[in-house]
């Protein structure tokens, strides 16, 4: 993808943020391309353009909240190593892997494509570092408010995208939301 074309998908607070193509770049502390997604602050800081294909890095931020809603990614494989605070993560490969446990800082979860997984920080100031294949990262984008602010959203900052907005994501990038799917005994 070229930077041209990779400008013409973003917001245009994000365009300039990131190179979008293969080539040495830094990034200070609060830089990279930033969405709201319900009470967290997604920022990517790499994504396939950068990396020819081979996969996005980002990271969550959040305090202890709501459970994100069961899912599953048909192409892409997840990675979640925990910065600080903690972070619930339940999986189900529906083969056999059911489980979940709470990460805390330093600790780390794969989770491959086509395993159903929810996850919900369970600490105040929680962070994660996360790893995807190529043309993922985008999503929280899809699904969130794009802004220019840093750190953990206030209340006011919150944004809870529509059903047709998280359905027009999820087919963009491969994510298949599972509401029927239960992880907890309700």
């Not at 193509?21 to 319900?38: C, N, R, T």
């Not at 602010?149 to 994510?175: H, L, N, V, W």
């Amino acid at each position: 993808m070229t930077l041209e074309s990779a400008e013409r998908q973003l917001d245009p607070m994000h365009i300039g943020i990131l190179p979008g193509v293969p080539k040495p770049f830094y990034l200070a502390h609060g830089e990279g391309e930033k969405s709201i997604v319900f009470d967290t602050m997604f920022d990517i800081l790499l994504t396939g353009d950068e990396t020819d294909g081979q996969f996005d890095v980002f990271t969550s931020e959040g305090n202890a909240g709501d459970i994100i809603p069961a899912h599953l990614h048909p192409y892409t494989n997840e990675i979640f190593y925990v910065v600080s605070g903690a972070v619930h993560l339940w999986m189900d490969d529906e083969h056999g892997f059911k489980d979940d446990r709470v990460l805390t800082a330093g600790a780390f979860a794969y989770v491959p494509r086509n395993t159903i997984h929810a996850y919900r920080n369970e600490a105040a100031d929680s962070k994660v570092l996360g790893v995807s294949s190529a043309g993922f990262g985008r999503f929280f984008h899809a699904m969130g408010k794009p802004t220019l602010e840093t750190g953990i959203p206030g209340p006011s900052e919150f944004f809870a995208p529509s059903f047709d907005q998280m359905r027009a994501a999820g087919e963009k990038y491969g994510t298949v939301f599972r509401p029927d799917y239960k992880f907890l005994d309700d």
